[in-house]
């Protein structure tokens, strides 16, 4: 099982530059999200999806785009990249069903540097 | 909104001694879970340790047991016999039982924890 698939480990960006971040999981889960991690602040929710064609706003939203077309995949989208988005990102997959297994997988991270 | 509190940064412990990691939360919710991540440097989240808020029972994984006092909001990690390859940051985090837009993790800010050989 690959898990939770998390690409790149590493990106530097100029300001102004898009990029997307892209995560693939192949464990059949509902619910997938993006977090940024910053140091001091623990991790903070961007966005995130409760099935294909269905996303919404976590507590960081601005500056970021997302779109679910598939369960497998939830790529995240920097429109137009600022220095305050260094930052390090992970990509999360769990269950939707409050019954079911409740533990969230993560990919590998990105480490984001804009200049 | 949920909220996790983690008011050590940093914590130290000499190898094969026991430390005690804090964690507070607050919530209006009667049911829900709680985990505790560890990051070490390669920064994968590793789930070490999960609690259901109905279950009064503490959970325990081996060496890591927590202590869970639902009046008190309180979760606490305990780590036995610490090895090297526990030195982390570790995370604790809330999650609620309810779905369809409400399983995000809530974190709390982390504790470093350093293991002294």
């Known amino acids: 099982n690959a898990g939770v698939t998390q690409t790149p480990k590493f990106q530097v960006l100029k300001t102004g530059q898009s990029m997307t971040l892209q995560c693939a999981q192949d464990m059949n889960h509902e619910y997938m999200s993006w977090y940024r991690q910053d140091p001091g602040m623990g991790l903070r929710l961007i966005h995130y999806?409760?099935?294909?064609?269905?996303?919404d706003q976590g507590e960081v939203p601005n500056g970021y785009n997302v779109s679910r077309s598939t369960t497998e995949d939830f790529p995240l989208r920097l429109l137009s990249a600022a220095p305050s988005q260094t930052s390090v990102y992970f990509c999360?997959?769990?269950?939707?069903?409050?019954?079911?297994?409740?533990?969230?997988?993560f990919g590998q991270g990105t480490r984001l540097t804009v200049v | 909104a949920q909220t996790v509190t983690q008011s050590q940064p940093e914590m130290s412990v000499q190898e094969a001694e026991t430390v005690t990691l804090s964690c507070t939360y607050d919530t209006s919710e009667s049911d829900y879970y709680l985990f505790w991540y560890k990051q070490p440097p390669s920064r994968q989240m590793i789930l070490v340790i999960r609690q259901e808020a109905y279950k009064q029972q503490n959970a325990t994984e081996n060496r890591f047991s927590v202590n869970f006092q639902k009046a008190a909001k309180s979760f606490s990690l305990k780590i036995s016999d610490s090895q090297l390859g526990d030195a982390a940051m570790y995370f604790c985090?809330?999650?609620?039982?309810?779905?369809?837009?409400?399983?995000?993790?809530?974190f709390g800010t982390g504790t470093r924890l350093t293991i002294i050989p």
């Open positions: 999806s409760v099935g294909a064609g269905i996303t």
């Open positions: 999360a997959s769990s269950y939707s069903r409050a019954d079911s297994n409740t533990e969230a997988f």
């Open positions: 985090a809330y999650r609620s039982r309810s779905n369809f837009g409400n399983e995000k993790l809530t």
